[in-house]
C-alpha cells in the first residue's frame, strides 16, 4: 500500500480542521459587516425539508456571541442563501406558522407580522441570499442580496422570527445546533 494511502485519514483530518479554521475567519459580507463591525462566523448549515435542499443558514455574531436572553441580547445577522425559487408570501407564510408552532405572539400578532413580511419578502432563486438582522429591543431589518428591503420595528417579532431558528424548541434542531456551534463569547 503507498504512503498516501495509508496517511488518508491524517490528510482528511487535516483537511477538515483546515476548513474549521478557513470557516471561523471567513469575512463577513459587507453588509453585515456594517451592521456587526466585528462579525464573526458563528456557525452554519443547510435546512432540507424531506430531503430537499431549501438553503444553507449562516449565523454571524459579535465579540460577546449570541445571547438569547432579552435583558442582555446583542444583535447578530442570519444569512439564508436559498437552494431554489419561492415566492415572497409563501417565505412570509412558512414564517408565521413556524411562529405560531413556537406559541410566540398573539393570532393578531401573527396576522400584523405576516402583512409586514409578505410586504418586504421577495421572491427568490437559487443563489438569492435573504438575510435578517436581529435589533435587540427594536425588531428587525432585511436585505436581500446585501440591497435593503426594509424594517420591521417591534421588539416582539424581533424574537419571534429569529426563534425559527434559534429556539430550543425549534423544529429545526439540527440546524439551530450547527447555526451555534461557536456562538459563545470569545
Known amino acids: 500500500m503507498s504512503v498516501l494511502l495509508r496517511r488518508w485519514p491524517a490528510w482528511l483530518a487535516l483537511l477538515a480542521a483546515a476548513t474549521i479554521a478557513f470557516g471561523a475567519r471567513a469575512a463577513p459580507p459587507a453588509h453585515i459587516a456594517a451592521e456587526l463591525p466585528q462579525a464573526r462566523l458563528a456557525g452554519s448549515g443547510t435546512f432540507r425539508y424531506f430531503g430537499l435542499h431549501i438553503y444553507d443558514a449562516t449565523l454571524w455574531v459579535g465579540p460577546n456571541g449570541y445571547r438569547a436572553a432579552a435583558s442582555t441580547a446583542e444583535k447578530f445577522a442570519l444569512d439564508l442563501r436559498y437552494a431554489r ?9 412558512r414564517s408565521t406558522d413556524e411562529m405560531e408552532k413556537l406559541k410566540l405572539g398573539t393570532l393578531a400578532q401573527r396576522a400584523q407580522w405576516d402583512a409586514k413580511m409578505t410586504a418586504i419578502f421577495p421572491d427568490v432563486v437559487e443563489g ?9 429591543n427594536e425588531g428587525a431589518r432585511f436585505y436581500r442580496d446585501g440591497k435593503l428591503l426594509g424594517e420591521i420595528l417591534d421588539p416582539e417579532f424581533g424574537h419571534a422570527f429569529f426563534a425559527i431558528w434559534l429556539d430550543p424548541k425549534t423544529t429545526g434542531g439540527p440546524l439551530r445546533e450547527a447555526l451555534l456551534a461557536d456562538a459563545a463569547p470569545r
Open 85 to 93: 425559487a419561492f415566492l415572497g408570501k409563501r417565505i412570509a407564510s
Open 128 to 136: 438569492t441570499h435573504i438575510t435578517g438582522v436581529y435589533l435587540p
